[in-house]
């Protein structure tokens, strides 16, 4: 399957397996306002921000969706020690669950609850994200961004 920038996935396709391209345009921008970015003092459209790759098989259960799969990459950020340009690889494990936006509880005590409360075998750090109910599209590239974004480590070499 060749790779797509295209992050949105219809539920009339579900279930599906998905390859996209994360480039370097995407990359920049989601990782843009971290200080260690900006210390490098390259814009957000910089080919060396980092790229990768996503699978993703999403599968639904009722208004649930589910995807499991994988983020491979890079990113460049700045030293921690001498702030010059450093190469973060990043190898993900993807779990996420996708619910109508109406379902997703909006204050973190409550989900908390709605989860643990919810059926056996949920696992405790279980992430949720909402998709548009009435366009029964999904958008992946909140959870890819904030994934890029949770790969820098605090002080990378």
């Known amino acids: 399957m060749e790779p797509t920038t295209d992050m ?53 259960d009722g208004t649930s969706v589910f995807a499991t799969g994988t983020l491979n990459g890079w990113i460049e950020v700045a030293c921690g020690r001498c702030l010059g340009p450093a ?11 996708y619910l109508p936006e109406a379902e997703v509880p909006k204050d973190p005590v409550e989900a908390e609850e709605d989860l643990t409360a919810g059926p056996q075998g949920l696992d405790d750090e279980l992430d949720v994200y909402g998709y548009d109910g009435e366009t029964r599209v999904i958008d992946l590239a909140p959870l890819l961004r904030e994934q890029l974004v949770l790969a820098v480590p605090y002080a990378p070499l």
């Open 8 to 60: 949105r996935v219809s539920l009339e396709d579900l279930p599906t397996t998905t390859t996209i391209a994360l480039t370097p345009a995407f990359v920049g921008e989601s990782i843009a306002t971290m200080p260690l970015r900006a210390a490098l003092e390259r814009g957000p459209d910089d080919p060396r921000a980092g790229g990768g790759e996503v699978r993703l098989e999403l599968h639904a």
């Open 87 to 97: 190469r973060v690889p990043i190898d993900e494990v993807l779990r996420v669950t």
